[in-house]
C-alpha cells in the first residue's frame, strides 16, 4: 500500500517543529541559568557583610523587643508616639518645672473624679437614666507568675554578671563598668533621677529612630571609632596594664 504523501509531510513538519522547540527551550533554559548564575549578589546580602554596630545581626525593630513598643520607639505610628512623649513631656513639665508633687495629683485626681460621679449618679434621679456601673479590675495570676519568674531570674543574672566582674578576671570589663558608673555618677549629680528618667525616656524615642534612619553612616564612623579605639587600647594595654600584678583566680586558672 503507497503512503499519502500528504500525511507524510505533516508528521514531518511535526518532527521537525517538536525539535525546534527542545533546542529553543534548552536555549533558554541555559540562558536562564547563566542569567542566573551572572547575577549580582542581592543588597540584603551585601548589606550584611558590613561592620554593624556593637556587631548586631537583627534589625532595630528585632532588637527594641518588636510588637507595639518597638513601633512606638520607631514612630512607626506618629500619633501614637507622639502621644506618648507628649504625655511624658507634660509630666516632667508638671513634677520638674512646676514643682508639683505625686502625692497631690493623685490627690486631685480622686476628688476630681469623685466629683464628677457625685453629680452624675444624682443627674440619673432627674434624667431618668441607670447611675454610672463602675468596673470591677480583674487581673489574670498566670502572668503576674510569670512577670515574677522572669524578674527572678533576671536579677539573679544580673548578681552573677556582677559577680564575675568583681572576681578581676577581665581587666577590660572591669575598668569599663567603673568608667560607666563614674559617669553616671557625674550626670546624676547634675539632676535628679525623675530629669534622668525623662532624658531616657527621650533618648529611646529619638535615637534608634535616627540611627534607622541613617544607620550605613552611623556604622561607617562606628567602624572607624572601634579601631582607634581597639589601637589605642592595645598601647594601653602594652604600657600600663600588661605591667600590673594578676588576681588570684588568674593565678590560680594558671596552676
Request: net charge positive.
Amino acid at each position: 500500500m503507497a503512503e499519502n504523501p500528504e500525511i507524510s509531510g505533516v508528521t514531518e513538519e511535526s518532527m521537525m517543529g517538536k525539535i525546534s522547540e527542545k533546542h529553543h527551550g534548552h536555549d533558554s533554559s541555559s540562558s536562564s541559568s547563566d542569567s542566573e548564575t551572572d547575577k549580582p549578589s542581592s543588597p540584603s546580602s551585601v548589606k550584611s557583610k558590613f561592620y554593624r554596630l556593637f556587631g548586631r545581626q537583627k534589625p532595630v525593630h528585632q532588637i527594641l523587643g518588636g510588637g507595639k513598643p518597638a513601633d512606638v520607639f520607631l514612630w512607626r505610628n506618629k500619633k501614637i508616639s507622639g502621644s506618648v512623649l507628649g504625655g511624658a513631656t507634660a509630666l516632667w513639665v508638671l513634677f520638674e518645672l512646676l514643682e508639683y508633687h505625686m502625692l497631690t495629683l493623685i490627690c486631685h485626681i480622686l476628688m476630681l473624679s469623685l466629683a464628677i460621679l457625685f453629680l452624675w449618679s444624682n443627674a440619673t434621679t432627674f434624667i431618668r437614666k441607670t447611675p454610672p456601673a463602675i468596673p470591677g479590675v480583674h487581673l489574670p495570676e498566670d502572668h503576674f507568675m510569670q512577670v515574677a519568674s522572669t524578674l527572678r531570674l533576671e536579677i539573679n543574672h544580673a548578681l552573677a554578671v556582677l559577680r564575675d566582674i568583681a572576681s578581676g578576671r577581665d581587666l577590660k570589663t572591669f575598668l569599663a563598668v567603673i568608667a560607666g558608673l563614674w559617669v553616671l555618677s557625674v550626670v546624676g549629680s547634675w539632676c535628679n533621677f525623675l530629669t534622668l528618667f525623662y532624658i531616657l525616656f527621650v533618648l529611646l524615642h529619638t535615637v534608634p529612630v535616627l540611627y534607622e534612619k541613617y544607620e550605613d553612616q552611623v556604622d561607617s564612623f562606628a567602624e572607624k571609632a572601634m579601631f582607634e579605639i581597639k589601637k589605642q587600647y592595645a598601647v594601653f594595654d602594652a604600657k600600663v596594664l600588661s605591667k600590673l600584678p594578676k588576681g588570684p583566680f588568674k593565678d590560680k586558672k594558671m596552676a
